[in-house]
Nanobody, 123 residues
Framework: QVQLVESGGGLVQAGGSLRLSCTASGRTFSTWAMGWFRQAPGKEREFVAA????????YYADSVKGRFAISRDNTKNSVYLQMNSLKPEDTAVYYC????????????????WGQGTQVTVSS
């Protein structure tokens, strides 16, 4: 069993930055491929960023490429999402998730999810 806890969300003006953190319980964090997703009101949950199963490569949604960066620190059982140049359309609840197989951008392959953290970007 893995428990994921996100933090770092908040209210920020357009053009600003936020850094989300996700800390996992358990001793096998380094074996999990981690990802970030988001869900805006009235919309489906969508892929934001993720590692591949090897942990060597990262992938981003086109809408955040060049502005967001995913990173991880296995010594702290943590994964991060640095968000720069934020836009009002980035407003959503952001979730971290963990998987051990499957395609990085497909939500159903992720076995564990955090509770989410709200990010609101004002114009």
């Amino acid at each position: 069993q893995v428990q994921l806890v996100e933090s770092g969300g908040g209210l920020v003006q357009a053009g600003g930055s936020l850094r989300l953190s996700c800390t996992a319980s358990g001793r096998t964090f380094s074996t999990w491929a981690m990802g970030w997703f988001r869900q805006a009101p009235g919309k489906e949950r969508e892929f934001v960023a993720a590692y591949d199963l090897s942990g060597s490569n990262t992938y981003y949604a086109d809408s955040v490429k060049g502005r967001f960066a995913i990173s991880r620190d296995n010594t702290k059982n943590s994964v991060y999402l640095q968000m720069n140049s934020l836009k009002p359309e980035d407003t959503a609840v952001y979730y971290c998730a963990a998987r051990t197989w499957g395609t990085y951008y497909v939500t159903s392959f992720y076995q564990y999810w955090g509770q989410g953290t709200q990010v609101t970007v004002s114009s």
